[in-house]
């Protein structure tokens, strides 16, 4: 419980962190550090394999490209605090987050809002018992993010070469 | 732990398989043989690929299948009526789309092979989208169908409009699928499992976890399918994009859009209804309003048919929250959809033959006058314009007709005079394009290659015969809907 | 096991809340997408936490292919503003507004 709250304050603040970084380096550490923590809770909610992917694959990968495409990019300083955005903008924010936070409140606070109140038993989540489920039960949707990666890879592909090739 | 092969089929999904398939041997082919005639020959397979797998799918009419149907829970995929003719939908969205791209295409110097490849693995995800029983792979053929599309969107870079173009649909797209995976998580804390069938039986005691689910779902469809109040990405989007997209994306992911939504919210999501059912009329009203009324002051024609494509979604959308309370809702919306298929893109077809380069020749203004360069062509325009108005006898009249008739079976009344009140204004924007071609002159060239006129003599021809014979094709919906709900509904 | 569900669920919400809000008000292109990933992110925290309160491994399944898509979605993403920062030198998304509303 108190690893839980601990956890939880730190994933907040590092979120918040990057959400009022001024330095977009800054934003990406503070999302790394978000990550981490996420991968600390999964720990504790027994998916010690999905809390390995979130740090290689969110952490080590996609968090490094960004920073790699800020550096590139030389973009750190861009525009600063939240807000800078019209006042509108931030009433409009600030009125759907409210709506969106005390809607999940009613949820949370209505009692019996989740069907299996208490904690079924641990169940075998190791990467064996998770890849036969893999490919048993979402072996199509697994198929189908090969397309969707494919699609990607073409797609950067078609962005990133050089104007001449469309020319005929 | 012993690993037990879940029951394939691999027939139910070989259309799908041949369309994105035929995208990877497209870029196979890259490597094998010249850039030109990889070029020359893309159109010809991408035709041959859509004509093959659309035997595939007319021959499956008629039948129900499942498939990836792991031991002891419920299939992956469904194949029935529902997604037949869905199928058939987005294979004829191909192939009109490959027809206006072929000559226009190297025009404007755009003509990449590519284009073809990220067009079939879009249509795959489409087709996808009407055939997923599972909310997963919903979320997985959303993404499949809308990523090829943000890369299309910027094909024309370094055109700033078209990067922006990308960029903008790209954010809003992302965005949006974040709101849907948290609702499609939040649906599945409510009810114990994403495949449909568990996610019916579960739902109606999910609680506000579930409702809550929903109406996050709810969001990232309205957003796919550019309902207001989620609709502001749209006129830029279909701006900046090259014009044969702008067509594609009109129709394809929006169809997308809504196959998904049909089968989810009035199979999955039935029985709680009367929570939706509320929220959709009023998002139906509200896009209706703005698309009709804001279309008025386009003076381009690719915002106009912008603003025109999310009002089209607000009659879908009435056909949608008529569903639950009317035998006819699910049917009417995929009547309408059919019909829009071919007006939308006939009129496309008419803006891409006027367009002269890129972004130049598409103001209302370039239109002044076409009735004497092209009588024929103006004739075909018109009546596209008289069609999206529903003005009998086209498509368009007898779409409106059956979703009206349906919204007033659900007892929707206000939604159904609405209706009828936007589609009167529409009419004048519609048939602004129709005085301005006959009753001014106007310069300007035509590029009317064979394959475009082609494309334009078949989406007459349907919208007419969808205008004459509402009937026979209405039966053909009907069975589409009846059957497609039935088979969730058994599990 | 002490930690009831429910928290799990206000922890995911408020971190998809700030993703959010990071999306409308911020307008660097890169921390826009930043806060998209952390929505995702609250999504995988939410199927990860069902998962373990209904006993059942789906949920953990589930984001792997969320993962999958933010991967994808990132290459896409960091492409895009690359190409349209060489043209426009900002990735400012106000000031990428060509076309009007």
């Known amino acids: 419980m108190v690893l839980f709250i601990i956890l939880a304050i730190s994933a907040v603040a590092a979120a918040l962190g990057m959400l009022f970084s001024r330095n977009a380096v800054h934003s990406a550490l503070f999302l790394v550090l978000n990550f981490a923590i996420v991968a600390a809770l999964y720990l504790t909610l027994n998916a010690p394999f999905i809390a390995m992917v979130q740090i290689t694959v969110y952490a080590g990968a996609i968090i490094v490209l960004f920073l790699f495409v800020i550096m590139l990019l030389g973009a750190e300083q861009l525009r600063g605090v939240a807000g800078d955005g019209g006042v509108w903008q931030r009433w409009l924010a600030g009125g759907l987050t409210a709506v969106l936070l005390i809607s999940f409140a009613s949820i949370l606070f209505q009692g019996n809002a989740i069907t299996p109140a208490s904690a079924a038993g641990v169940i075998d989540t190791s990467p064996a018992a998770l890849g036969l489920r893999l490919f048993e039960a979402y072996v199509f949707p697994f198929e189908v993010t090969g397309v969707l990666l494919l699609a990607a890879i073409i797609g950067v592909v078609v962005l990133s070469i050089s104007k001449k090739r469309g020319q005929q | 732990m012993e690993f037990v092969t879940p029951t394939i089929n691999i027939l139910i999904v070989l259309p799908v398989l041949l369309v994105a398939g035929g995208g990877a041997l497209l870029m196979l082919l890259e490597l094998f043989m010249a850039e030109e005639r990889v070029k020359q020959w893309a159109p010809t397979l991408a035709i041959i690929v859509l004509a093959l797998a659309f035997l595939q799918t007319i021959g499956l009419w008629g039948q129900t299948h499942t498939t990836f149907t792991p031991e002891g829970s419920s299939p992956m995929v469904i194949l029935d009526n529902f997604a037949t003719f869905l199928n058939v939908i987005f294979l004829l969205t191909g192939f009109f789309t490959v027809l206006i791209s072929v000559n226009y295409l190297p025009r404007v110097g755009l003509n990449r092979s590519e284009y073809y490849m990220l067009m079939l693995f879009s249509l795959s995800g489409m087709m996808l989208m009407g055939m997923a029983n599972d909310l997963i792979l919903v979320f997985l053929a959303l993404e499949v169908l809308s990523i090829p599309l943000y890369i299309l969107a910027g094909l024309s870079r370094p055109r700033p409009e078209s990067e922006e173009s990308a960029m903008k649909y790209f954010f809003l797209g992302a965005f949006s699928s974040a709101i849907f995976v948290f609702g499609i998580a939040l649906t599945y804390g409510a009810t114990g499992s994403t495949a449909l069938p568990a996610v019916l039986a579960g739902v109606s005691n999910g609680g506000a976890l579930a409702l809550a689910g929903v109406a996050m779902m709810l969001v990232g469809f309205g957003f796919k399918v550019a309902a207001a109040p989620f609709h502001m990405w749209t006129p830029d989007v279909y701006e900046g994009a090259p014009t044969v997209v702008t067509a594609f994306m009109s129709v394809g992911a929006k169809v997308g859009g809504f196959a998904a939504m049909l089968r989810v919210f009035v199979s999955a999501f039935g029985s709680l209804g009367q929570t939706w059912v509320p929220a959709v009329a009023v998002i139906a009203a509200i896009t209706l309003i703005i698309g009709n009324v804001v279309a008025i002051v386009q003076p381009n024609i690719k915002r106009m048919l912008a603003y025109s494509s999310i009002a089209h979604a607000g009659y879908i959308l009435m056909a949608v929250a008529a569903s639950v309370n009317s035998p006819d809702g699910v049917s009417a919306a995929l009547f309408y959809m059919f019909a829009y298929l071919f007006t939308n893109l006939g009129a496309f077809a008419i803006a891409i033959a006027a367009e002269r380069k890129l972004g130049e020749g598409v103001m209302l203004d370039d239109y002044k006058g076409l009735a004497k360069r092209s009588p024929l062509l103006a004739l075909a325009m018109a009546y596209f314009m008289l069609s999206l108005t529903g003005i009998p006898p086209t498509g368009g009249f007898s779409g409106k007709f059956f979703v009206f008739r349906a919204t007033l079976e659900a007892g929707l009344v206000w939604l159904a005079v609405v209706g009828v009140i936007t589609s009167v204004v529409s009419g004048y924007y519609y048939l602004r394009v129709v005085y301005l071609m006959y009753m001014y002159d106007g310069e300007g060239e035509l590029h009317t290659k064979p394959a475009l006129l082609t494309a334009v003599a078949l989406t007459v021809l349907a919208t007419l015969v969808l205008g004459l014979l509402p009937g026979a094709w209405y039966e053909i919906t009907k069975q589409a809907a009846l059957q497609g709900l039935q088979v969730l509904a058994g599990g | ?101």
């Open chain 3, 1 to 101: 096991m002490t930690v009831p569900v429910e928290w799990y669920v206000a922890l995911s919400a408020i971190l998809f809340s700030i993703g959010a809000l990071g999306v409308l008000l911020r307008r660097n292109a890169i921390i826009i997408f930043m806060s998209v990933e952390l929505m995702l992110n609250a999504a995988n925290l939410l199927f990860v936490a069902f998962s373990r309160y209904l006993g059942d491994l789906d949920g953990q399944v589930l984001v792997f292919f969320v993962i999958t898509v933010a991967a994808a979605e990132v290459a896409v993403g960091l492409a895009l503003i690359v190409v349209i920062f060489r043209t426009k030198q900002s990735i400012n998304i106000d000031e990428i507004n060509l076309m009007k509303g």
